[in-house]
């Protein structure tokens, strides 16, 4: 058998009928809009039933009587159409994401993103690659996803030019996008619109709750390192031996990771300088107890403008790194051309927009009607009754976040139903919201990779077969299940660590609610 059929070798019988039966059921699920747009409906006639059967709980935090609310009751019908537009304009995450999203588009347009990865991985030495481009994939996730499209073929490209199998490139570019997706050093487009979800679930219980996009911070930066150095030892351990020397034919294309240019170089270093002055900005403005970044009675950092406004620095970030770098390598001549990258960012959204109708009257639905209350504390009764302490039941949500995540590929999709359960639910037996937030985005990232539901799983299979003819789904998920063993065993023992040490995951993010 040569090297290049090894790397089409298949899963076992018995895991390729798994594997097409989590397919099988992927597929014959509806559109996540349409399937919000169910899930409405049913919340509507559930408002009516448990009405009907008068079912009720006492609310632990001051002993009252929650009762469901009838959605088809003249009042109710009356509060669905008063409030189908304020649910939609109001719902956290849309606005935090359409901001954020503005200015990351500049910079994916000016081509400082593409440029940015081509450096780190062209300046790596040869005994750092692997590292390199997990760290890479892992980073790219800043900027939504960029590197599913860039850096995934690279990885391979990469391989290939230094004598490498390019398809063990293409495993470690493609773990660290997709495992690493709830890592980073920096915060992205992902991080705002889960605090946002998390947020609308967590004043189910608390109105006055407020989740910031930088909850998950700490966590997400050792799990940077973490990630990367686990999906390093997974590729050279067990994926490089597995598919042996490549002895295919180069394919076309192989020329794209070439040499900075000088234009391009020029635009880095302006890009680093206008970073590095608003990182002076932000520093001056909070390093002192008076900063006029803090806030502006009691000092503090955590309730402080900058931490409110976070997306707004995120905005500013993507948008003068990329007017600088544009401007510098030519890549922008006009205005034109930065209103045109905004202009495709926001396109890039247009699914999310309709996603996002549908998954706000759900959510807004669902706590009106108490029903949001009324399961989260049953549900909470249940599982205080089973006796779990905080490590068994963040593993087991772990689990279950990743066996959902085999079947419904959007992270935030599946949050925005997750979330208005499970945060109340962990909110009532004292876990903080960041905290349920930041383990349900540990299952959904390990097995992001392996999941046919991924919504750039078909890309990637296309992108193996031009080193391998034969491959297939199985060959991407045979390839890539290691990596999802492993960051999932890892994480756990992470998420071990730190519930023991009792560390907060991000600025003001504690594990349990006071009192």
Known sequence: MTNQDRASVQPNNLLSRFLGAIERVGNALPHPAALFALFAFIIVVLSWLLS????????????????????????????????????????????????????????????????????????????????????????????????????????????????????????????????????????????????????????????????????????????????????????????????????????????????????????????????????GIVFAGLMPADGFLRHHESGSVLHSPFMHGIVTFIFLGGLLAGLAYGLAAGTFRSETDVVQGMKEGMESLALFLVLVFFAAQFVAYFKYTNLGLILAINGAELLKASGLGPIPLMLAFILLSAGINLCMGSASAKWAFMAPVFVPMFMLLGYTPELVQGVYRIGDSSTNMISPMMSFFALIVAFVQRYDAKAGMGTVIATMLPYSIAFTLVWMVMLVIWLLAGMPLGPGAGLYLNG
């Not at 588009?105 to 450096?119: D, F, N, Q, W």
């Not at 790219?140 to 230094?162: E, Q, R």
């Not at 799990?223 to 030892?233: E, K, P, Q």
């Not at 635009?267 to 590095?276: N, R």
């Open 52 to 279: 009907l059967l008068e079912i009720s709980a006492i609310n632990p935090k001051d002993g009252s009587l929650v009762q469901p609310i009838n959605l088809l009751s003249r009042s109710g019908l009356h509060w669905i159409l008063e409030n189908t537009v304020d649910n939609y304009t109001g719902f956290a995450p849309l606005g935090v994401v359409l901001v954020a999203l503005l200015g990351i588009g500049v910079a994916e347009k000016s081509g400082l993103i593409g440029t940015g990865l081509r450096m780190l991985v062209h300046a790596a030495p040869r005994r750092l690659l692997t590292f390199v481009i997990v760290l890479a994939g892992v980073m790219s996730n800043m900027a939504s996803d960029v590197g599913y499209v860039l850096l995934v073929p690279m990885g391979a490209l990469i391989f290939l030019s230094v004598g490498r199998h390019p398809i063990a490139g293409l495993a470690a570019a493609f773990a660290g996008v997709s495992g690493g997706f709830s890592a980073n050093l920096l915060l992205g487009t992902i991080d705002p619109l889960l605090a946002g979800l998390t947020q609308e679930a967590a004043r189910i219980i608390d109105p006055e709750y407020t989740v910031t996009p930088a909850c998950n911070y700490y966590f997400m930066v050792v799990s940077t390192f973490v990630i990367a150095l686990v999906g390093t030892w997974v590729t050279e351990k067990i994926i490089v031996p597995r598919l042996g020397d490549y002895y295919g034919e180069v394919p076309a294309g192989a020329d794209e990771l070439r040499e900075l240019t000088g234009p391009e170089k020029k635009g880095l270093v302006w890009a680093s300088v206008v970073s590095l002055a608003l990182l």
